[in-house]
Nanobody, 127 residues
C-alpha cells in the first residue's frame, strides 16, 4: 500500500496551464503504474493518463486530452506529474492520482485496478 498526495490544483482561465503533482510514499514508482483521473460535477470518475512502472510496459491516454495533457514522473523525487495545457471549461473537476502494482496490471482506464488513491485536488477552468 502506498500513500499519494496531489497538489497544484487551482483556478485558471481557458487556454491556461496547470501542473499537478502526485507525491508517492511507501513505495517506489518503478513498481507502480500511476494513473490520473478526473471527476467532473455530476459525472463518473474518468481516466485520463497512466504512466507504467516499467518503461517497457504500455501507457494509457484518453483521446479527450491527447495533445493537451502530458504525464511524467521523477523517480528521484518519487513524484508523478500531470501537465495540463490549453485548458478548457470542461476540464473542470477534481483530479486524482492513483497507484496500481505494475507486476499485476498494465496501465488501464479501469479504476478498480488502482488500489491506492490520493485525496484529489480541484481544478476550475473559467473566464
Amino acid at each position: 500500500q502506498v500513500q499519494l498526495v496531489e497538489s497544484g490544483g487551482g483556478s485558471v482561465q481557458p487556454g491556461g496551464s496547470l501542473r499537478l503533482s502526485c507525491q508517492v510514499s511507501g513505495g517506489t514508482l518503478d513498481r507502480y503504474n500511476i494513473g490520473w483521473f478526473r471527476q467532473a460535477p455530476g459525472k463518473e470518475r474518468e481516466a485520463l493518463l497512466c504512466i507504467p512502472g516499467s518503461p517497457e510496459d504500455r501507457s494509457y491516454e484518453n483521446d479527450s486530452v491527447k495533445g493537451r495533457f502530458t504525464i511524467s514522473k521523477d523517480i528521484a523525487r518519487n513524484t508523478a506529474y500531470l501537465q495540463m495545457d490549453n485548458l478548457k471549461p470542461e476540464d473542470t473537476g477534481v483530479y486524482f492520482c492513483a497507484a496500481a502494482v505494475s507486476a499485476a496490471y498494465h496501465c488501464s482506464a479501469v479504476p478498480s485496478i488502482y488500489a491506492d488513491w490520493g485525496q484529489g485536488t480541484q481544478v476550475t477552468v473559467s473566464v
